[in-house]
């Protein structure tokens, strides 16, 4: 078991790393597939056999598609990754790094502080999950499946692709736009009125 | 009877509303006799009230009603309450009455005015005021009469606000009483503090266990209160708004500036007598303001040309005489005065608003004259009124009030030959100025022709006035002539007696030498200004100088102008840009630019935001392990 | 066992420090949200390592929460970079300063 904590532990590291520092999108979700699987074999050492499997069906699975769909749609290619490299100076990421490197550090010796208990790693049935998950949490199991629903209704709003852009967040700025587009403004509202009675 | 007493302060004020809502679209006749009628109601409440008082006095000697009550802070509890005993009765009286006789008077004279709904709206709010201040049970009752009958001296005095002389007038009439006003103001906080009440009743009988007699406290308190009462009652230093106030209608005139508003300061130094006699240097000072106003102001009322102003300045210089005698502890007297002199007062100036009238608004008495014969009730009207201002002997209501206070004046405990003297001299000037206006104005030549004949209406109050003006006194005889004191005994049922000195010299002596200086001034008077005799005097250049000092009421006004206003003015242009306000102006600029500041932070840029909250999250970890 | 507490959590800390440390050096929007995602799983590794310390269910209730919320922030923000695509014509958060003071 702790053995396969470690090993677990330095491939999800490495292939994190990696994927902060692809240039290329699709190459950066595989690796990104690549930690999330060892996560999974991390929780699974823990003995949560349960979230280990959900996430790699969610995160593996489920939002990893959902990141690749994108890249698809903005057919994110060759240019991409050559933009990232221009952009990934060391200038850019020095110091951010450092600050991190910083936090990290102060992070670490926070919990080196702390007390070295020896942790007893015992499994936690899927069946005491649900238990508490449908007994005590009921209600954040709601609010979270309202999340759920706002999240979709959103997305679905958001996402849908019209010629002329609509969001008010983003029409300020390019007023020549507007000039062009003047019956906008009740689109958008009309919008948020179907998604109010939605 | 208890129940009768909130309509007579109510009338007047339903008159008010009635007026100010619906004045202005109303026809004349509804103006007139809602104005003049609904006071007319409460002069004849104020009479059956007196009578059933007179006929038996009620228990703890005062009606009084509770109508609700107004707020409660803390200890503090300040009721609505009605209170009339035997003094309120004196005031309510002639306020109603002789308020009345003005209303009816006015609803002619004001005929055709174009803003007749505002004056009687703002007359009957006027008596209104004044009756709540005189029948308040509490003296923070009397401090909202007492300010509501500033604001109305203030709307009546500028009635005519077209003339900018006549705004000038009233804002100085409001400001200078306002600062009475304020010395009231902190003389009832005080009062408050010491005694934890502001009910009259109350503070009449903690006050002698709570105060030391003469102690510094109570003294302070009396001066304050006094300085209120000096303010209203126009006595010096503060007298100098009266003979401007002069700038409002007739009927104004009569019913504010001679028979009611300026006594509130007499009423509230009767009322609060019992603090006064705890405070003997107090009274003093009651005393000398008193006898100093009345020798100023008559010395001014000798040297005026404007008819009003003639009686103004008597107006002060009669109220000094009240102070006077409530200064020297004469507190019926005093409130006597106030009785008789509110009826010739009120006569004088109402008879002085038809002369007016009559001569196509000629103020100068010295443009009038020979008015004897056109004008015949008119006269014989003002001839009494005058009389009894001069005090002629027996005849006059006039005599028998200013008399008491001579005697007084030497005789109480609290009087002095000086003061005596001072009030003699006064008598002296007072019968000197009386017979100089009457003899000017309706005697000798006509200078102005008549264009109009007073109404019956307005010749009527005239009448009933001065048949007060000469009878009025008859209830109170001197002690040593009629043992008739009606009226001291009514108001000594509050009031209490007047402490005599010992060894006094025979009071026929005092009347003798009283009758002798007024006759004295009466004969003087007729020397000086009896036919052509009175214009050649006017024109000696050595008593030039004197005159103008004496018409322009001893210079008060330029000396306050250059004691207060230059060195205002000079503050002010000093500091004309302010430097309070940089402060705030520097608080707003400094504002500004740290806002300059932070929205160089606000940039739009993600990546720096979050840097930002990293920054705050290194912070606080940081801190952690530190501490 | 000999797995202390700690190593558990600072494996969750490393990967939450490359998270952020991918959030702050990116300027693609695509690979800002990838990075976030690595946070959010490593926020999530710490419940449970909690709930396995404590041996109860609350950690992996946590997760769960985590797990959704996730799911939901993505398909949002992803939705907001197709927008931001269509009409910016870019994927660098350094154009997108139009909430700037």
């Known amino acids: 078991m702790s053995t396969l904590f470690y090993i677990s532990s330095i491939v999800a590291i490495a292939s994190t790393i990696m994927v902060i520092t692809r240039y290329h999108p699709v190459h950066a979700l595989l690796y990104l597939a690549v930690s999330f699987l060892s996560v999974g074999m991390i929780f699974l050492s823990l003995g949560a056999p349960f979230v280990a499997a959900l996430e790699i069906i969610v995160y593996a699975g489920a939002i990893i598609v959902l990141f690749i769909f994108v890249v698809m749609m903005l057919n994110l290619g060759q240019e991409t990754a050559q933009q990232e490299k221009e952009w990934l100076k060391p200038k850019v990421w020095v110091v951010p790094s450092a600050l991190v490197l910083v936090l990290l550090a102060e992070m670490l010796l926070l919990l080196f502080t702390g007390s070295q208990q020896v942790m007893q790693v015992s499994q936690v049935d899927p069946r005491k999950v649900a238990l508490s998950l449908y007994g005590e949490y009921i209600i954040a199991v709601e609010l979270i499946g309202f999340l759920l629903m706002a999240g979709i209704v959103g997305a679905a709003h958001i996402g849908k692709h019209r010629k002329p852009s609509l969001h008010r967040f983003l029409q300020n700025g390019d007023t020549e736009k507007e000039k062009a587009m003047p019956v906008r403004e009740q689109e958008v509202i009309s919008n948020e009125q179907t998604v109010l009675h939605d | 009877m208890n129940s009768l007493l909130a309509y007579i302060p109510a009338l007047p004020l339903l008159g008010f509303i009635i007026l100010s809502l619906f004045g202005r679209r109303s026809p004349k006749p509804v103006i007139a006799w809602v104005g003049a009628g609904t006071v007319c109601l409460a002069a004849l409440i104020t009479i059956a009230v007196g009578v059933a008082f007179m006929q038996s006095t009620p228990a703890n000697g005062a009606y009084s009603q509770l109508l609700w009550s107004w707020f409660r802070v803390g200890a503090l509890s300040v009721d609505i309450n009605l209170r009339v005993d035997a003094l309120t009765l004196v005031f309510i009286f002639i306020i109603t009455f002789v308020g009345a006789l003005i209303h009816i008077y006015s609803a002619f004279f004001m005929w055709h005015d174009r803003d007749m709904a505002r004056f009687f709206a703002s007359m009957n709010l006027f008596v209104c005021s004044m009756l709540l201040l005189v029948m308040a049970d509490n003296l923070v009752l009397l401090y909202l009469g007492w300010e509501g009958v500033g604001l109305c001296s203030y709307l009546l005095i500028g009635f005519w606000y077209e003339v900018p002389s006549n705004s000038r007038a009233a804002n100085k009439a409001f400001l200078i009483t306002r600062i009475g006003d304020t010395a009231l103001l902190i003389g009832l906080f005080l009062l408050f503090k010491e005694l934890g009440t502001l009910n009259m009743n109350a503070i009449q009988q903690q006050a002698p266990q709570h105060f030391t007699t003469g102690s510094a406290d109570i003294v302070l308190i009396t001066v304050l209160l006094l300085v209120g009462g000096m303010g209203k009652s126009a006595q010096m230093p503060l007298q100098t708004w009266l003979p401007d106030a002069m700038a409002g209608p007739s009927p104004v005139s009569a019913l504010i500036h001679a028979a009611t508003m300026v006594t509130a300061g007499v009423y509230l130094i009767a009322r609060m007598h019992g603090l006064f006699l705890l405070s003997p240097v107090t009274m003093a000072i009651v005393a000398i303001v008193g006898a100093v106003t009345l020798l100023v102001a008559g010395c001014s009322a000798l040297a005026q040309t404007d008819i009003k102003r003639i009686l103004a300045y008597s107006t002060i210089s009669q109220i000094g005489y009240m102070f006077l005698a409530l200064g020297v502890g004469a507190w019926s007297a005093a409130i006597f005065h106030f009785f008789t002199h509110a009826f010739f007062k009120a006569l004088l100036f109402l008879a002085a608003g038809v002369v007016i009238e009559a001569l196509h608004h000629e103020h100068n008495i010295f443009r009038m004259g020979g008015l004897r014969k056109r004008m015949p009730e008119v006269f014989i009207t003002f001839l009494a009124g005058a009389a009894a201002l001069s005090a002629l002997p027996l005849v006059t209501a006039g005599f028998f009030s200013k008399d008491a206070i001579l005697w007084y004046s030497w005789s109480s405990a609290g009087g002095t030959s000086v003061l005596w003297f001072m009030a003699l001299v006064g008598a002296f000037i007072t019968a000197l100025y009386s017979t100089r206006l009457m003899l000017v104005v309706f005697w000798g030549e006509m200078r102005t022709p008549v264009h109009q004949q007073p109404d019956r209406g307005m010749v009527i109050p005239l009448i009933i006035l001065a048949f007060f003006s000469i009878t009025a006194g008859f209830i109170e005889w001197p002690h040593n002539m009629l043992h008739l004191s009606l009226f001291s005994d009514h108001v000594q049922q509050v009031l209490p007696a007047t402490v005599m000195k010992r060894d006094l010299p025979s009071e026929w002596l005092f009347q003798a030498i009283a009758t002798v200086i007024t006759l004295t001034g009466v004969y003087i008077g007729y020397m000086l200004y009896y036919g052509k005799s009175g214009v050649r005097w006017q024109q000696s250049p050595p008593l030039a100088a004197t005159r103008d000092f004496f018409f322009s009421g001893w210079k008060f006004d330029q000396l306050y102008n250059f004691l207060f206003v230059k060195p205002f003015l000079f503050l002010t242009r000093v500091n004309k840009s302010d430097v309070i306000d940089k402060l705030y102006n520097g608080i707003a600029q400094a504002g500004l630019r740290l806002n300059g500041w932070f929205s160089v932070s606000q940039n739009g840029s993600l990546r720096l935001y979050i840097v930002g909250v990293l920054a705050g999250i290194l912070f606080i970890i940081t801190l952690q392990l530190l501490l | ?101």
Do not use: C
């Not at chain 3, 969750?12 to 690595?38: D, P």
């Not at chain 3, 390592?49 to 959704?68: C, E, T, Y």
């Open chain 3, 1 to 101: 066992m000999t797995d202390s507490a700690n190593m558990v959590l600072m494996v969750a800390t490393v990967l939450f420090a490359l998270g952020l440390v991918g959030v702050l050096t990116r300027k693609n929007v695509v690979f800002m949200l990838i990075s976030v995602e690595v946070m959010l799983n490593a926020a999530g590794m710490a419940f449970i390592a909690a709930g396995s310390k404590w041996q109860q269910p609350d950690g992996q209730v946590m997760f769960l929460f985590i797990l959704a919320m996730a799911a939901a922030e993505v398909s949002v923000g992803l939705a907001l970079v197709l927008q931001i695509y269509h009409q910016h014509k870019t994927m660098d958060v350094e154009d997108l300063k139009e909430l700037k003071d």
